[in-house]
């Protein structure tokens, strides 16, 4: 079975269609650049272009870097503020024709993917995933069920929203190196874990293709802390998993 999934990131806009049997793209990623500022009509153009590339016409899945709730914004941290109280599945749905569109939080959507087909599959115990990425997004199981929404990155730490020191993008911003950037990363993991005793992290986003120069320098934190095995790809794929259960 094969259904489309699109991810809407911060930085970028990038989908492809999925085989939900495999967990994988059946054809290579198609990406743009998000567009800046980051407003609903100029992303959904972004969308559009995406799932036209591949000349898709049925159900679509996305993901949005903010809480959702039926289908609507309710935060907007890293896109254009007037996200906030967007009915996104209608507006994507509109602009694709009427096509079927599930949205969901975008680190629910890798977190659902990786715990079906990658790094959590056959965890039934407390599991954060985290993208570091513009920001950092999380998902939060527990029974291998999702909490959906925990924002965690938000999480306050050394006065700071804990994404604007944490974060890829706070790495790229002040030129960190990957030892000053994996301490800040450790600093967040043991506040994180602190709160929620989890028996596992998955570290997910882009920088997760490069987890091998800074995970190993993550000391003190008695969680298994392991890389998303869907690197990526994982909000593409959860993105499809969600519409299809729709």
């Given amino acids: 079975m094969q259904i489309f999934g ?23 990623r198609h990406k743009v650049l998000t567009p800046q500022p980051a407003t609903p ?7 559009c272009e995406v799932v036209r590339h591949f000349g ?20 907007a941290a890293n896109v254009d503020k007037s996200w906030i109280g967007t009915d996104i599945r209608k507006l994507v749905s509109e602009r694709l024709g009427g096509t079927q569109v599930t949205v969901l939080n ?17 965890r039934t115990g407390t599991v954060i995933l985290l993208t570091l990425g513009t920001g950092i997004g999380s998902a ?15 999480l306050e730490l050394h006065g700071h929203d804990a994404e604007k020191k944490a974060s890829s993008k706070a790495r790229e911003d002040e030129d960190l190196s ?17 709160l929620f005793s989890p028996e596992l992290f998955i570290i ?32 593409i794929v959860g993105a499809a ?6």
């Fill in 6 to 28: 699109v991810d809407i990131g911060g930085s970028g806009i990038k989908g492809a269609p999925v085989d939900l049997d495999r967990g994988d793209l059946t054809e290579e």
């Fill in 41 to 47: 009509d100029a992303v959904v153009d972004g969308v």
């Fill in 56 to 75: 898709w016409t049925g159900p679509v899945g996305a993901t949005f870097p903010g809480v959702i709730t039926n289908g609507t914004a309710r935060t």
């Fill in 106 to 122: 975008d680190a629910d959507a890798a977190g659902v993917a990786e715990m079906h087909f990658g790094a959590g599959r056959g």
């Fill in 140 to 154: 939060l199981f527990t029974g291998g069920r999702l909490v959906p929404n925990t924002e965690l990155g938000h």
């Fill in 178 to 194: 990957w030892e000053h950037w994996a301490r800040r990363v450790q600093k967040y993991l043991a506040h994180v874990e602190m």
């Fill in 204 to 235: 997910g986003g882009g920088v997760s293709r490069k987890s091998h120069k800074f995970l190993p320098l993550i000391k003190g934190i008695s969680a298994e802390i392991v890389p998303a095995q869907l690197q990526n790809n994982a909000g």
């Fill in 241 to 246: 998993m969600a519409a299809a259960e729709a």
